[in-house]
């Protein structure tokens, strides 16, 4: 079962930031958390991920609150090909093996124009 | 650098079939990992190979085999089709490595059973 909980959908102004939040109350100390977003019937792209830390790239950033319960992916400048499912997945990460991806359910986020 | 390959884009088959889809990793990549996405829902891990064995496994009966090849290229069979294996089936590669082991996913394949 996902280990992450988010709203079913959202919606967000082209032009605007998309904050999209995610709660995983239940995150372990080894584990990271991902976000993929999945544009109609394509494959799963990678976002970006993190442990503790807050990150950004050329696509978004990442926050994590202090406790690591919740986190919050932010599209800065939202345009309409942005218009996806996002998904937050809590991955661990060891020595042992690369782990498999749990998806849930995700947030439809729609862009209007 | 080509991203990651699925072959081929569509596929129908009838029940009671046997089909193999195929994928070829990320340059560089030597873990495939297999999902199947039904309709409406999130994509769901079928299992992993890495140097050529099955390393991870997910809820997935044994009508679901695989094979990986030693240029990192897997497939994936699906024995005796039932109309519930009607699904996007979705290839992701990586590396196996603790630093950069990010999945990266292919287009996919769109499974129909009839």
């Known amino acids: 079962d996902a280990k992450t909980t988010q709203p079913p959908s959202m919606d967000c102004a082209e032009g605007r930031a998309a904050n999209l939040p995610c709660n995983h109350s239940t995150i372990s100390g080894n584990e990271y958390v991902y976000w993929y977003r999945q544009i109609h019937s394509q494959g799963p792209q990678y976002i970006i991920h993190?442990?503790?830390n807050n990150e950004t790239n050329e696509m978004a950033s990442l926050i994590i609150t202090e406790d690591r319960k919740s986190s919050t992916l932010i599209l800065p400048h939202a345009t309409l090909r942005d218009t996806a499912v996002y998904y937050c997945?809590?991955?661990?990460?060891?020595?042992?093996?690369?782990?498999?991806?749990?998806f849930g359910t995700g947030t439809r986020l729609t862009i209007i124009p | 650098d080509a991203g990651v390959t699925q072959s081929p884009t569509h596929l129908i088959k009838t029940r009671g079939q046997q089909v193999t889809l195929r994928c070829s990793p990320k340059s560089g990549h030597d873990t495939v990992s297999w999902y199947q996405q039904a309709l409406g829902q999130g994509p769901q891990f079928i299992f992993q190979?890495?140097?050529?064995?099955?390393?991870q496994r997910g809820n997935f009966p044994d009508r679901f085999s695989g094979h990986q090849f030693p240029n990192y290229s897997s497939e994936l069979n699906v024995n005796a089709l039932l109309l519930g294996d009607s699904a996007l089936y979705l290839c992701a590669s990586s590396e196996d490595s603790w630093r950069t082991d990010t999945q990266y996913f292919g287009p996919g394949t769109r499974l129909t059973v009839l």
């Open positions: 997945i809590v991955r661990a990460r060891s020595n042992f093996g690369n782990e498999k991806l749990t």
């Open positions: 190979y890495y140097e050529e064995e099955e390393r």
């Open positions: 993190g442990l503790k």
